[in-house]
Every structure is written in C-alpha cells, then in structure tokens.
T-cell receptor, first 113, second 112 residues
Framework: QKEVEQDPGPLSVPEGAIVSLNCTYS??????FMWYRQYSRKGPELLMY????GNKEDGRFTAQVDKSSKYISLFIRDSQPSDSATYLC?????????????FGKGNQVVVIP | NAGVTQTPKFQVLKTGQSMTLQCAQD?????MYWYRQDPGMGLRLIYY???????DKGEVPNGYNVSRLNKREFSLRLESAAPSQTSVYFC???????????FGPGTRLTVT
C-alpha cells in the first residue's frame, strides 16, 4: 500500500462550482499536511498548510484533515478558470522535513468558463 | 526575496553527456532536495541535504550525484546522461519548525 493515495483522474467542473479533492494515507506519524497547486510547466506552489487535525480556510480554499480516518480534503468554492491546475497533496511526520515529505500523484482540475 | 531558483530552465543532452543543474535558495533553510517529476509517477526524491555538508540518497539516486556547496546552493550532476533521465527536475527547500517545502520553477531535461 502506498503511503499516500490520490486518485489522479482529471476533474472538469463548470465555473462557479465547488471542487472537492481528497487524499488518504497510511502512516499515522504524519502530522503536517499540505496542498500544492501546480500550473502547467511550473513548479509546485504551496497553497494550504495544516498541522494535525482540523480545518483551515483561506479565501475560497478550505483544507480539512481527519487524522482518525487518515483522510485529507481540499475544497475550492466558486471555482474560476484560473484554478485550472494540478493539485498535489503532501504530508510529513516532522517539522524538519528531512526526506519525509510524501506526495500524492496529483489531480488535474479543469474549470470550464 | 527570490525563493528557490534553478538554472537552466531547459536542456537537451545527448546520451553520455554530462551536466550540472544548479539550485539556490535565499530563505536561510537548512534542508534542500532534488526531485524528478514524470507523468504517472508523481514527484520522486532523488537526493536531499539535511544541512550544509551532508547529503543522503532518496528514492531514485542512481545515475546522479549532488553537492551541497554552501547553505544556499545545492547542485545535481548527471555524469553520463541516459534517455531514462528525461524528466522535469525540481529543487526544493524546507522550513524548520513548520515542515513546509518550497519549490523552484524546474528544469526540463531531454536526453536523446
């Protein structure tokens, strides 16, 4: 079983819809959870960061972590064409970051005007 | 504050040629990393450096070497390029205390 599972299937939504993305993981030591956004031919950009369980909101973006279920989610409200990108979940077990950032394979999201 | 910078942006090599990818960060981070990204494979760790003067192998180190030149700079060298090394290479650094990673813009390498 891979440490982080993220269904890589592309997701197409109409502008204004809510986008829902999720990842599951197997390593209970993970406590730092991140979502990265990657535009085509660009580097991953840190979008959301959460420590331990709970919700975090930043504008149209909400990240949720449920450590008991080993499940994390990203919601994008009122989606815009500029949100079209690949979204990668990532997580680590310590704040030192040494070697232990595990990634999902990414979800390609297309927001149709 | 440029964050993480990488050079070159693009490179085409013939099989057997060598090259060095350069990376620098201006965030005073101790740890730096090299990843490769391939379709369907996601991001895979090649090498990392927990601090100046130390380097360790990641998931896919074969065919690569690294040098942590100082706290700012971490280079990746391909001694004898192979077509299997065609990929996009990302350098990253991480922030102590939060575990947040920051990535560079990438180097797109093609080996023919």
């Amino acid at each position: 079983q891979k440490e982080v599972e993220q269904d890589p299937g592309p997701l197409s939504v109409p502008e204004g819809a809510i986008v829902s993305l999720n990842c599951t993981y197997s390593n209970s030591a993970f406590q730092y959870f991140m979502w990265y956004r990657q535009y085509s031919r660009k580097g991953p950009e840190l979008l959301m960061y959460t420590y331990s369980s709970g919700n975090k909101e930043d504008g149209r973006f909400t990240a949720q972590v449920d450590k008991s279920s080993k499940y994390i989610s990203l919601f994008i409200r009122d989606s815009q064409p500029s949100d079209s990108a690949t979204y990668l979940c990532a997580m680590s077990g310590n704040s030192y970051g040494n070697n232990r950032l595990a990634f999902g394979k990414g979800n390609q999201v297309v927001v149709i005007p | 504050n440029a964050g993480v910078t990488q050079t070159p942006k693009f490179q085409v090599l013939k099989t057997g040629q060598s090259m060095t990818l350069q990376c620098a960060q201006d965030m005073n981070h101790n740890s730096m990393y090299w990843y490769r990204q391939d379709p369907g494979m996601g991001l895979r760790l090649i090498y990392y450096s927990a601090s100046e003067g130390t380097t360790d192998k990641g998931e896919v180190p074969n065919g690569y070497n690294v040098s942590r030149l100082n706290k700012r700079e971490f280079s990746l060298r391909l001694e004898s390029a192979a077509p299997s090394q065609t990929s996009v290479y990302f350098c990253a650094s991480s922030e102590v205390g939060t575990g947040r990673f920051f990535f560079g813009p990438g180097t797109r390498l093609t080996v023919t």
